[in-house]
């Protein structure tokens, strides 16, 4: 066997110690062989005649991602001295890294280690490590990390500790790209393999902004299939590998990559970095038409802000409210709308043979917050993944009772209440077109559709929407009318 065949073997009988029902409790989702040879070559892409190499591996588990870098390193640069600095919080893993470290440094010359048993978040932040004197504070030439994926709490310890050392972000993982990216000596990599949700949305905003500050997006890889990347521990969120250059020059191009799900069928272009990056918003074209998608969708000028429309949550959350849902519509009842009462471009109320309760019951119709007026809304379903025909499927809501929405939906509205019959319509079938699904799947990594995507995208004027809504056509062909 190979070092990294052993490395992986490591892996492997690592997750079966810890028990497959336990890896979310640190979220221990170890990075698998064809995965870690994937990152390895990004990192190394342009690592060749190097003298020595400054690596660090945060969260190092047992070792893998370290085992694959010095491996390719090696190939490009057989002479250079490579000091290695991994870190690992969990014991247990300790002696199953120490294995793999050791025969590393015993396979090739020039290769030293150390392992370091804490808690990145507080290691990296120590005075001697980050924050002490310019010429003690360590630095690295490359860095290389599988983080942990799990929310930071926002009373918690750690993430009090982070804001101390002005790191501002939601999640673990966040939090270890943008200590690696500060640990970075200038000009050093970065790579990644992370949820995609960092790349957009309100919530990672500040995060997006200080990483950009200091780094530019030098290479990203994605995988068709959630399903595949990390098949053996069951992990469904869409990963995305991304490489990091600690530079103040921002390249003209970014390397996009993609596989089906591990290393199998790999396809690399290069895209412009303004297609990467638009508006602190990181899109990840990885084929022409998602070159294509990104470019027409900047024909629509207007934010929902400029139209007066606001987007939201549905209100009512069913098991909380079951004493409330019925399945008669009866006095003081109004129509419960779920996503299973969406039919391509309308809602059916009731739904024929219904699982849930089809009614709302309130005490009092006019003064309940968790209802919506009478009137016209668009709504949209909130749950679907990238492997659905449809990552937006919008419908029209026209009631002369007020009505209440699933927390499974997003709903449409202008200051809580309808929108005009033909700025619903044309606003139903821009959500609905393809263009606008093509657009979604470049522009968001959620598994979700979340109020807060549909904020930031772009939307045609009033007047485009009325004309869309008047064409006598479907979604596509009106919007291709009206925006060509």
């Known amino acids: 066997m190979t070092l990294l065949e052993h490395a992986e073997r490591r892996r492997v009988n690592a997750l079966e110690v810890i028990g497959y029902d336990n890896l979310d409790v640190n979220e221990q989702f170890f990075t698998p062989l064809k995965v870690a040879q994937i990152m390895a070559d990004i990192l190394v892409a342009d690592s060749s005649n190097l003298e020595e190499v400054r690596l660090l591996d945060p969260g190092a588990g047992t070792g893998i991602l370290t085992v694959a870098v010095i491996d390719r390193l090696k190939q490009c640069s057989p002479n250079a001295d490579i000091k290695v600095v991994v870190v690992e919080k969990d014991p247990l893993l300790l002696e199953a890294l120490e294995e793999t470290l050791s025969d590393t440094a015993?396979?090739?010359?020039?290769?030293?280690?150390?392992?370091?048993n804490d808690n990145f978040l507080y290691w990296a932040t120590e005075s001697d490590t980050l924050f002490g004197d310019p010429g003690s504070v360590r630095e690295f030439d490359l860095v290389i990390q599988n983080p942990p994926y799990s929310k930071l709490s926002a009373q918690g310890v750690e993430n009090q500790h982070l804001k101390k050392c002005g790191i501002t972000t939601p999640n673990i993982y966040a939090a270890f790209m943008a200590l690696g990216n500060k640990l970075l000596a200038k000009g050093g990599v970065m790579v990644s393999i992370t949820p995609r949700s960092w790349m957009n949305g309100t919530y990672f905003s500040k995060f997006r902004n200080d990483l950009f500050r200091e780094s530019y997006l030098s290479a990203i890889h994605t995988f068709e299939s959630r399903r595949d990347v990390f098949k053996d521990t069951g992990v469904l969120q869409e990963s995305v590998v991304t490489a990091l250059t600690k530079s103040g020059v921002v390249p003209s191009e970014v390397a996009i990559s993609s596989s089906k799900s591990q290393a199998h069928d790999i396809a690399t272009r290069r895209v412009p970095y303004s297609s990467v990056l638009v508006n602190g918003v990181v899109f990840v074209p990885a084929t022409d038409d998602d070159v294509s998608a990104v470019e027409w969708i900047s024909r629509a000028s207007c934010q929902l802000e400029d139209l007066k429309i606001k987007v939201s949550t549905g209100r009512v959350v069913d098991f909380r409210t079951r004493k409330r849902l019925v399945d008669i519509e009866g006095q003081n009842t109004v129509p419960m709308v779920y996503p299973a009462n969406f039919q391509p471009g309308k809602l059916t109320h009731p739904t024929p043979n219904p699982k849930k309760?089809?009614?709302?019951?309130?005490?009092?119709?006019?003064?309940?917050?968790?209802?919506?007026?009478?009137?016209?809304?668009?709504?949209?379903?909130?749950?679907?993944?990238?492997?659905?025909?449809?990552?937006?499927?919008?419908?029209i809501w026209d009631s002369t009772s007020s009505a209440a929405f699933d927390n499974k939906t997003n709903f449409f509205h202008i200051g809580g209440e309808g929108i005009p019959p033909k700025i619903a319509e044309g606003l139903c079938k821009w959500l609905n077109s393809k263009r606008v699904d093509s657009f979604f799947r470049v522009f968001s990594g959620h598994t979700q559709v979340n109020a807060t995507d549909l904020r930031m995208m772009p939307y045609p004027t009033l007047e485009q929407l009325e004309k869309i809504a008047e064409t006598d056509a479907d979604a596509d062909d009106s919007v291709e009318m009206v925006m060509d």
């Open 106 to 116: 015993l396979a090739y010359e020039g290769v030293s280690y150390e392992i370091v």
């Open 357 to 395: 309760p089809q009614y709302y019951k309130s005490d009092d119709i006019n003064l309940d917050k968790n209802l919506v007026p009478p009137g016209i809304y668009v709504l949209v379903k909130r749950f679907s993944a990238k492997e659905e025909r449809r990552r937006i499927t919008a419908a």
